[in-house]
Nanobody, 127 residues
């Protein structure tokens, strides 16, 4: 049973940066994704990294600005967010799964694929 703990959210100005962390004992054998949820909207998959880090995915809107990485020795996954935009304000969640029901390529953005979720961390980007 994983207990995911996110940290690193906060307030940033447009164009600024934040780094989110997601930590849990035993996280190294899990694929981890970051989702964000704006008020009144469904969760959106932002990025995903496979258990060994060999496969990484990003939603098109963050490519070139966000970087996901992991340090399995520290049981932690990071999301470095640069050039932040006000529309990226929301609660950011990390989620973990050992095995997708099919291809990671097609399923990583589907919330129901993930067995474990963190409590979320608020990211607010001011204009």
């Amino acid at each position: 049973q994983l207990q995911l703990v996110e940290s690193g959210g906060g307030l940033a100005q447009a164009g600024g940066s934040l780094r989110l962390s997601c930590a849990a004992s035993g996280l190294g054998s899990y694929a981890v994704a970051w989702f964000r949820q704006a008020p009144g909207k469904e969760p959106e998959g932002v990025s995903c990294i496979s258990g060994k880090g060999g496969t990484i995915k990003y939603v098109d809107s963050v490519k070139g600005r966000f970087t996901i990485s992991r340090d399995n020795a520290k049981n932690t996954v990071y999301l470095q967010m640069n050039s932040l935009k006000p529309e990226e304000t929301g609660v950011y969640y990390c989620a973990a799964v050992q095995h997708y029901s099919g291809s990671l390529d097609s399923l990583w953005t589907v919330p129901d694929q993930y067995d474990y979720w963190g409590q979320g961390t608020q990211v607010t980007v001011s204009s």
